[in-house]
């Protein structure tokens, strides 16, 4: 079997482009439907090697069981990264209203009686292109009245974690760690510069799995409820991500720290190290904590580049499919 260089050069940045328009799978489809053409076109000219379709459609199947291993090992990696974009549009959002009000927005806004209102995760949504949605909430009305609780059923996707399967329709797991000492003291607003131990070097919001709360309500997690619980659990530190890792390969989920950046905190942490990121004016240094980072996020194309690969894919695919059939797939004499 022969093939010219030209052809092989195609056949390369065909590979390439189903990997670039869409990942392994994209690659797997893409070669299915190639070698699914080229059998189609060598049992019309009446081959014995038409056998080869009848190959391709019962081996198809196998080759996808073979890949699902690799799927379901980058499933989880992409599934946090996709958590830590979505915190860090709230970090983004948190920022922007801090530049103009001067100071991050309180945990939650209370009403005359001092009962809290509304949770930040309101204040903020002008901040996340839901300038429409924050119209339309009655602050003068608690969180849970029976017009509010319609308006918050529009929850935007950026308050919930991916890798969350079962979540409830309008539950949040991205918390504020709230009390005394923290970010979030009440319906007081943290100024940055009150966070002398470092904006780099303490947490603002964190994953804890299960809390399940709903988005709109003003209720977080206190530090003390986090220490208590031993950091893990509904009432602390959980992550959706590779819940069957155990020790230090398991994460005890994202964090979002005051200056923005966002980290995968895993095993090896404990709640007095918690402690020391999650208050703003301690006195302690973070520098030398035991904290596994997570991987590096895997780099993600744009549409525009995906419609690139997609629009290379196609035409890649259109000429290997037009090329002479190689002398060993027909029968001889029969020529191309």
């Known amino acids: 079997m022969q093939f010219s260089l030209r052809t092989l050069l195609v056949f390369f940045i065909f590979v390439a482009s189903a990997l670039?328009?869409?990942?392994?799978?994209?690659?797997?489809?893409?070669?299915?439907?190639?070698?699914l053409v080229i059998s189609i076109r060598v049992a019309r000219r009446k081959s014995p090697?038409?056998?080869c379709l009848v190959?391709?459609?019962?081996?198809?199947p196998v080759l996808v069981g073979l890949m699902l291993p690799l799927y379901s090992r980058a499933g989880p990696a992409a599934y946090r990264a996709q958590c830590a974009n979505r915190m860090k549009q709230l970090g983004i959002a948190l920022h922007n209203y801090e530049a103009d009000y001067h100071c991050f927005p309180p945990a939650y806004i209370r009403d005359?009686?001092?009962?809290?209102?509304?949770?930040?995760?309101?204040?903020?949504?002008?901040?996340?292109?839901?300038?429409?949605?924050?119209?339309?909430?009655?602050?003068?009305?608690?969180?849970?009245?029976?017009?509010?609780?319609?308006v918050a059923a529009n929850m935007p996707s950026c308050f919930q974690c991916g890798?969350?399967?079962?979540?409830?329709?309008?539950?949040?797991?991205?918390?504020?760690?709230?009390?005394?000492?923290?970010?979030?003291?009440?319906?007081?607003?943290?100024?940055?510069k009150d966070i002398t131990d470092g904006t780099d070097q303490t947490l603002m919001l964190i994953e804890a799995a299960g809390a399940s709360?709903?988005?709109?309500?003003?209720?977080?997690?206190?530090?003390?409820?986090?220490?208590?619980?031993?950091?893990?659990g509904k009432k602390g530190l959980m992550s959706y991500h590779d819940p069957k890792a155990t020790d230090t390969a398991r994460p005890?989920?994202?964090?979002?720290?005051?200056?923005?950046?966002?980290?995968?905190?895993?095993?090896?942490?404990?709640?007095?190290?918690?402690?020391?990121?999650?208050?703003?004016?301690?006195?302690?240094?973070?520098?030398?904590?035991e904290v596994v980072l997570a991987a590096p996020p895997p780099m993600v194309l744009s549409f525009e580049a995906r419609m690139i690969g997609l629009a290379i894919l196609l035409a890649s695919f259109l000429y290997l499919v037009s090329r002479p059939l190689p002398e060993v797939w027909v029968r001889r004499g029969t020529g191309d």
């Not at 190959?55 to 198809?60: C, K, Q, R, S």
């Not at 969350?164 to 940055?192: E, L, Q, S």
């Not at 895993?266 to 918690?274: A, L, Q």
Request: charged fraction near 20%; proline fraction near 5%; include cysteine.
């Open 163 to 192: 890798a969350n399967r079962n979540a409830a329709p309008g539950m949040t797991d991205y918390m504020a760690v709230t009390g005394p000492g923290t970010m979030w003291d009440g319906d007081r607003g943290c100024k940055i």
């Open 55 to 60: 190959v391709i459609l019962i081996g198809f």
């Open 112 to 150: 005359k009686e001092g009962r809290p209102m509304h949770s930040w995760r309101v204040l903020i949504l002008p901040y996340l292109e839901e300038g429409t949605l924050y119209k339309k909430f009655r602050l003068n009305e608690p969180w849970d009245s029976s017009y509010n609780k319609t």
């Open 213 to 232: 709360v709903p988005w709109n309500a003003p209720q977080d997690l206190t530090l003390k409820e986090i220490m208590d619980a031993g950091l893990q």
């Open 252 to 289: 005890l989920g994202n964090v979002l720290y005051a200056d923005g950046h966002t980290d995968c905190l895993y095993g090896r942490f404990t709640p007095e190290d918690f402690k020391k990121l999650a208050t703003i004016a301690g006195g302690e240094s973070a520098d030398n904590l």
């Open 49 to 51: 090697a038409a056998g």
């Open 20 to 35: 670039g328009a869409g990942g392994v799978w994209a690659l797997v489809g893409a070669m299915y439907l190639l070698c």
